[in-house]
């Protein structure tokens, strides 16, 4: 199934927010080794709430449940990704897509793009390395910069990604440094380059060819079903939502169940024990339910439907619901404010 929506605008009430530990701006870096997410105290008038990805790949190490725990600050909210993450010439190399970007500026987050200037050899893999850490003094004057810029979250972000050519390089004479030091194999620079070179020709090419990418990655994964995606029942479908601000996103749908004229649009999260998915599990959910509640013209094959959001959780038949009553309250609480529905192992529980 293909489904094509629009956003104008997001409302939501985020209420599993984690109480987030606070930081001075001397201490960033031993923040960004501690915690995924945190308030930064830059100065007595001056406070962030902070959080940043460990790859420039969205689908690694929870980075939405990262920016998640910042939405319920009320002051500027910050997340970190770097444009490029080399893991050694034997793992994997990642970039980022401006698909993030866009998805960051329309949940109202500032972006900063940054790089990584220092790892650790890995000992169990050859050619591999570890520990990445950031530039911690770029990511500094980035963050004094954001402190006296006036407009919103987008304009910011669209300047971000005039300085790719020029963040890319830094990255990559780091990796450079970085493979002398340890003796380990990155990859080809000259093909990081060239990739580059396609992303940075003008903000729209960077869109189209990023798009293209995150399109292909999107026909991928309607075709796959991932352990903790346990689909029974409804059709795995492909998601285009277009924007005001001019975006596309090519998400997919783990279920969409159709009843005349309305679709549930679902994010399952399944777990094989009797407990629940990992809280960082459901908080990755809940930010896709942050989009499915705010959709608009939801349509297919140009018959329109009236949408709604379903954050569905699977578990072992020995699951208790009375272990987890003060999470799940909460969660319903969440669902109801922001009007969508919860699924527990095949029953909705709001």
């Given at each position: 199934m293909?489904?094509?929506?629009?956003?104008?605008?997001?409302?939501?009430?985020?209420?599993?927010?984690?109480e987030?530990k606070?930081?001075?701006?001397?201490?960033?870096?031993?923040?960004?080794s501690?915690?995924?997410t945190?308030?930064?105290?830059v100065?007595?008038?001056?406070?962030?709430?902070?959080s940043?990805?460990?790859s420039?790949?969205?689908?690694?190490?929870?980075?939405?449940?990262?920016?998640?725990?910042s939405?319920?600050?009320?002051?500027?909210?910050?997340?970190?990704?770097p444009?490029?993450?080399?893991?050694?010439?034997?793992?994997d190399r990642?970039?980022l897509?401006?698909?993030?970007?866009?998805?960051m500026?329309?949940?109202g987050?500032y972006?900063?793009?940054?790089?990584?200037?220092?790892?650790e050899?890995?000992?169990?893999?050859e050619?591999?390395?570890?520990?990445?850490?950031?530039?911690?003094?770029?990511v500094k004057?980035?963050?004094?910069?954001?402190?006296v810029?006036?407009?919103?979250?987008?304009?910011?972000?669209?300047?971000?990604?005039r300085k790719?050519k020029?963040?890319?390089?830094?990255a990559?004479?780091?990796?450079?440094?970085?493979?002398?030091?340890?003796?380990?194999?990155?990859?080809?620079?000259?093909?990081?380059?060239?990739r580059?070179?396609e992303?940075?020709?003008?903000?729209?090419?960077?869109?189209?060819?990023?798009?293209?990418?995150?399109?292909?990655?999107?026909?991928?994964?309607?075709g796959?079903?991932?352990?903790?995606?346990?689909?029974?029942s409804g059709k795995?479908?492909?998601?285009?939502?277009?924007?005001?601000?001019?975006?596309?996103?090519?998400?997919?749908a783990?279920?969409?169940?159709?009843?005349q004229?309305?679709?549930l649009?679902?994010?399952?999260?399944?777990?094989?024990?009797?407990k629940?998915p990992a809280?960082?599990?459901?908080k990755?959910?809940?930010?896709?339910?942050?989009?499915?509640t705010?959709?608009?013209?939801?349509?297919?094959?140009?018959?329109?439907?009236?949408?709604?959001?379903?954050?569905?959780?699977?578990?072992?038949?020995?699951?208790k619901?009375?272990?987890?009553?003060?999470?799940?309250?909460?969660l319903?609480?969440?669902?109801?404010?922001?009007k969508?529905?919860?699924?527990?192992?095949?029953?909705?529980?709001?």
């Amino acid at each position: 199934m293909n489904i094509i929506a629009k956003i104008t605008g997001i409302k939501y009430k985020p209420l599993l927010c984690r109480e987030l530990k606070k930081y001075s701006l001397s201490e960033l870096e031993t923040a960004l080794s501690k915690d995924a997410t945190f308030i930064l105290e830059v100065d007595n008038r001056n406070q962030l709430a902070v959080s940043y990805w460990v790859s420039a790949k969205r689908t690694r190490s929870y980075p939405y449940a990262r920016v998640y725990d910042s939405l319920g600050f009320t002051g500027k909210k910050v997340t970190i990704i770097p444009i490029v993450k080399d893991e050694g010439f034997r793992g994997d190399r990642d970039f980022l897509q401006w698909d993030t970007i866009s998805l960051m500026s329309l949940l109202g987050v500032y972006v900063i793009i940054a790089y990584y200037t220092d790892a650790e050899k890995n000992t169990r893999f050859e050619d591999k390395i570890t520990s990445q850490q950031y530039d911690i003094e770029y990511v500094k004057n980035e963050i004094h910069s954001l402190l006296v810029y006036q407009s919103d979250a987008l304009h910011w972000n669209i300047m971000q990604t005039r300085k790719i050519k020029e963040i890319a390089g830094k990255a990559l004479d780091a990796y450079e440094k970085i493979s002398k030091k340890l003796t380990v194999r990155v990859h080809s620079r000259p093909l990081a380059e060239k990739r580059i070179e396609e992303i940075v020709k003008s903000k729209n090419a960077f869109m189209d060819f990023s798009r293209a990418l995150a399109k292909s990655a999107q026909k991928r994964e309607s075709g796959t079903t991932h352990k903790n995606e346990k689909i029974l029942s409804g059709k795995k479908s492909t998601l285009t939502i277009t924007n005001y601000l001019g975006g596309n996103y090519y998400f997919t749908a783990d279920e969409a169940r159709l009843k005349q004229n309305k679709i549930l649009l679902i994010e399952a999260k399944n777990t094989k024990n009797s407990k629940l998915p990992a809280i960082s599990d459901i908080k990755d959910g809940l930010l896709h339910m942050i989009l499915f509640t705010n959709l608009e013209q939801v349509k297919i094959n140009q018959k329109k439907y009236l949408p709604k959001a379903v954050l569905k959780l699977t578990t072992a038949k020995k699951f208790k619901i009375k272990n987890y009553t003060k999470l799940l309250d909460l969660l319903k609480k969440e669902a109801k404010t922001n009007k969508f529905l919860i699924e527990l192992n095949n029953k909705f529980i709001n």
